[in-house]
């Protein structure tokens, strides 16, 4: 005998009653030992149900146990073909369905058997639905005033008619009944908070938990360049040009076109030198009278050394002229060398260098619009070859420390001290120095004419006076100038830079 329906009732050994389920709800059937219920005399006499039937689970949440209903209670076991969903159990003693699934499956039927010990059977037909729910970004962070991207459900299997959530989402942001898409524009701040979303389908209700935070609104970005304000003693911020081993640092301009001072670092000395000094030979004589018994012999102290080349004598030097009969001697000798002017336009004190430059320059309106973080604030950017800024004018520049937020410092010195200067000639050195004298006689005054030497000693006759030629002969070693002075740094400033 065939039974069609979904309940069967064992009557008797050798009788089977078939009846038409009383509700959807109650699929079972009870069937003799061959599954057609044909029965030898070991089938059981009752019915076999699941208090839920059908099921729809969600992967990964654990399923409230489902425990069968049987009329009997001589069932010795339960089995199940064909294998249950991953990480769903039968207990194989009491028939409870339980565990959690771990896979989507789409609607399958599983017929779950009774047995007992007469080996008769009931089975029933367990029809389950593994799906998942969940959305796109689980755990999303929003910010106040930004559109959210949508956040769209996912589910694995089926279809949900209407969705729902627990609390209501911040402000701002909704939920769409029909699709499940979380959407909107956050107008308020809201700590990260757990909301529970529910979606109703046919064979029961899913939920899965949202994780949202929303924060504050995000400032405006700066356009420009963030600075921090100049601490006390500090001017800023502003910008500072540096070149190196240049003559100038570039120049101010565009928001940045005022300047506010200008130096140099790493100061290099040049190599200097002083103009030679000229040095010449000078010659002193003297004239001598002496008897002529002495005039071969020792001079007579005494004599005149103020007599010029080519000068003559009349009568008297420095009295009468010697008495006749007596001799008169020039003797000549060196005297000294003497400095001449020094060569100035030969002095090479060349203007100082530095290994670098820098230009402080500012703004009247370097403030820009948007927000920098703390107490920073927004400004104007600095151009390509300068740098963000702060300037302090010092006599003492090591003693000045830079802040944590312009921690670069460089000193600069705007001007040079130059006290290089070359000194008067050093003394001349004598080199194989002569001078002669040579010196001439006449009978009058009158005809002392231009010098011609003459050597010895020559006596006294009708001599009225006599001529003197001084000329020097050889050199004298030149004198030097040194070089004294030199350069110092002065007028420093110091700037931190970012």
Known sequence: MMCRWASVLLLSSSLIACTKPTSENDRAKIVGVDGEGDSEGAGINGTLSYAHNPVF???????????????????????????????????????????????????????VSAHNAAGGSANVELIIEIGSFGYEEP???????????????????????????????????????????????????????????????????????????VTAAAPNACQGACAAPAPSGFSGPLVVHDAAAVTAAPACSGDYATEIDDGGRGLVVPASSCGGCGCTPSCNY???????????????????????????????????????????????????????????????????????????????????????????????????????????????????????SYPQKQTYFADVMDTRMCLSCTSCGTAALTCRAPQVLYNTAAVCPASAPLNGCVQRSTIQAYGLAVAPGGSCTGGTSALGGGLTESDPFVVCCQ
């Open 286 to 404: 003297l004239y001598q009278t002496f008897d002529d018994d002495m005039c071969l012999t020792a001079p007579v102290a005494g004599g005149n050394g103020g007599m010029l080349d080519g000068f003559c004598v009349v009568q008297s030097f420095p009295g009468p002229l010697p008495a006749a009969g007596t001799y008169v001697k020039i003797n000549t000798f060196f005297d000294s060398c003497s400095n001449t002017a020094r060569d100035s336009a030969s002095d090479n004190l060349p203007p100082e260098g530095w290994v670098g430059r820098g230009r402080v320059c500012s703004g009247a309106a370097i403030t820009r619009s948007g927000v920098c973080s703390g107490s920073d604030t927004c400004v104007a950017t600095a151009p390509a070859s300068g740098r963000l800024c702060i300037y302090q004018a010092t006599s003492a520049p090591a003693s000045v420390t830079c802040p944590s």
């Open 139 to 213: 755990a999303p962070t929003y910010t106040v005033g930004t559109a959210i991207t949508p956040n769209d459900p996912v589910i694995s299997s089926g279809g949900a008619t209407v969705f729902s959530v627990a609390p209501a989402l911040p402000g701002g942001l909704a939920l769409d009944a029909t699709t499940g898409t979380i959407s909107g524009t956050p107008t308020v701040e809201a700590a990260a908070a757990t909301y529970v979303v529910s979606a109703a389908r046919a064979g029961g209700t899913l939920t899965t938990n949202l994780v949202i935070l």
């Open 57 to 111: 689970y969600l992967v990964g949440a654990a399923i409230t146990p489902n425990p069968p209903t049987v009329s009997r209670n001589d069932v010795t076991g339960f089995s199940v073909i064909p294998a249950l969903p991953a990480g769903l159990t039968l207990d194989s003693k009491s028939g409870v369905l339980g565990g959690t699934p771990s896979v989507a499956t789409a609607s399958t039927s599983y017929i």
